[in-house]
């Protein structure tokens, strides 16, 4: 009985499996027809309680959009083993629950996807009709009864069938995810973009900005190392062909722009750190690159700011939305629509065709990717993504400083150490920083690189001879306006963290 329950379950984890495998495979083959998987992934992120989407940034941190795809496809998969087990002798409890989440992942595909409702239930019906049709074969495979001398020989071929079916099912998956991904790319045109000079270029990195120090972040993050924090749970299908940029709302003349008009207008460079709020004291969502695109300001005075505008929305191809001062596009700090990132256009990851990037500010309030609208509101107007979901509605990144090497909790030799990090404070530059060697030692300033920009991080170093036992390590930073980074801990919610970073090290011959 048991050995024949556990038959059971297999057999409906494997349905399950191929009909998310078929479904992915349908939406490769297909363009018109949306992913299931993506359809059900951004239902999830758009709708977890605030505490559980935090839980998963804090848990995951860039990974968390693939956490959630193994998730969506082990859950699926465990519900198909508990279909599986009680679905044998009533067929049509299979049939109506395959149905009902074919009609749930249609619903969600089309709602997010923006593809129609019949596409959708053309993936959502090859999904059913693959899992139950699956699911009836291996329930055969299984039901021959034993020999008289006691051995089963269903139990050989139900095994070959479930993992055939299992195979083919990560087979299908995975090419099916490769087909999406790849027609995304194929058709967005990015292979065929040439950025424009800029206007007004920056020289190369000079040497005095990279202190040459081993574990040290460097001064440009290469865009392949650039965090990655977003609501978007894969990359949005965006076409030049068909994408504009629209600017509207509190404006005199609203208008709309295409990817190749954006091009032909004065563009510069500019280095500007980005940091997302979600990361704690010490993490790694931030980083600096090097931004060309068009100022905003001659974005929004083509369209003539009204003088009732108070907030700038942002909103991205798959509806996320941003919104920030009017006043932070015109107070002298960069505020850009940016269209490429340290010398190529935009990665697809990090917002092709365009994006906003705006210094000082954290991303969630700022940082448009993928941008489709630029819309002029009043302040208490209209709330962003992010704001009903209980984080602050202006939020300026703060002063923040990180050791990057010795690691926490490594085991160095005593003597010469380099003690290094980066720290920053967009819009208001880094003045200095200083290091705490040992819990009671008195704070020694830092020897600083040069800085790119008031917008940039700095790296920074000191030297420590090193001595034997345990020490604790701690930096902070003052910012250009002589403001000191507090000590007081906080989360990240609702408004960025705060406190200084510390590490333990072991030092011993």
């Given at each position: ?22 479904s ?99 993936g ?39 993992s ?69 749970f ?15 709302g ?10 190749y ?33 068009v ?17 700038i929305?942002?909103?991205?191809v ?9 006043e ?32 000082g ?14 819309e ?33 909790s ?21 003045q200095?920083?200083?290091v ?74």
């Amino acid at each position: 009985m048991e050995t024949s329950r556990v038959r059971d379950a297999v057999a409906g984890g494997a349905s399950a499996a191929i009909a998310l495998g078929i479904s992915e495979l349908l939406a490769g083959l297909i363009s018109s027809v949306p992913s299931l998987v993506e359809g059900l992934g951004s239902w999830v992120i758009d709708n977890v309680p605030k505490p559980v989407k935090d839980w998963a940034i804090e848990l995951f941190g860039t990974y968390d959009k693939l956490a959630l795809l193994i998730g969506i496809a082990l859950t699926t998969i465990l519900i198909g083993a508990l279909i599986g087990v009680f679905a044998r002798e009533r067929f049509g409890l299979a049939v109506g629950v395959y149905v009902g989440f074919g009609v749930v992942a249609a619903l969600a595909a089309a709602s997010t996807s923006g593809a129609s409702l019949g596409a959708a239930a053309v993936g959502a019906g090859a999904a059913v009709i693959a899992g139950l049709a699956s699911l009836r074969g291996l329930y055969g495979l299984g039901e021959r009864r034993p020999a008289e001398d006691g051995t089963d020989p269903s139990r050989r071929s139900f095994i070959l069938g479930a993992s055939a079916l299992m195979g083919l099912a990560a087979l299908t998956g995975v090419f099916g995810r490769s087909l999406i991904e790849r027609a995304k790319r194929a058709v967005s045109g990015r292979s065929e973009v040439v950025l424009p000079v800029a206007a007004e270029r920056l020289p190369p990195v000079p040497a005095a900005a990279e202190l040459g120090i081993d574990g040290l972040s460097p001064a440009i993050v290469p865009n392949e190392d650039f965090y990655r924090i977003d609501t978007a749970f894969s990359v949005p299908q965006v076409d030049l062909a068909d994408w504009t940029l629209t600017i509207k709302g509190r404006v005199d003349k609203p208008y709309s722009i295409s990817y190749y008009d954006l091009l032909d207008m004065r563009t510069v460079e500019r280095d500007v750190t980005l940091s997302c709020v979600s990361n704690d004291v010490g993490e790694g969502l931030v980083g600096n690159a090097r931004w060309q695109g068009v100022p905003l300001t001659e974005i929004l005075n083509r369209a003539g700011v009204r003088s009732d505008a108070e907030q700038i929305v942002g909103r991205s191809v798959d509806d996320f939305t941003v919104g920030f001062p009017v006043e932070a596009a015109y107070d002298g700090r960069e505020a850009l629509v940016a269209i490429g990132m340290n010398g190529e256009p935009l990665p697809f990851e990090h917002g092709f065709p365009a994006r906003l990037v705006v210094a000082g500010l954290y991303g969630y309030v700022s940082a448009t990717k993928w941008l489709s609208e630029i819309e002029l509101t009043g302040w208490e107007e209209f709330d962003a993504y992010w704001i009903p979901r209980g984080w602050a509605k202006e939020a300026p990144i703060k002063t923040q400083s990180r050791i990057d090497t010795p690691k926490h909790s490594r085991l160095i030799p005593p003597g010469p150490t380099s003690v290094a990090g980066v720290a920053w404070a967009p819009s208001r530059g880094i003045q200095k920083v200083e290091v705490q060697l040992g819990e009671d030692a008195p704070w020694q300033e830092a020897t600083l690189s040069e800085a790119l920009s008031e917008n940039s991080w700095v790296q920074w170093v000191i030297e420590w001879d090193a001595p034997d036992g345990t020490h604790d390590i701690t930096v902070r930073a003052t910012d250009g306006t002589g403001e000191t980074q507090t000590s007081e801990k906080r989360p990240a919610a609702p408004s960025g963290a705060t406190g200084w970073h510390s590490v333990s090290v072991f030092v011993e011959a």
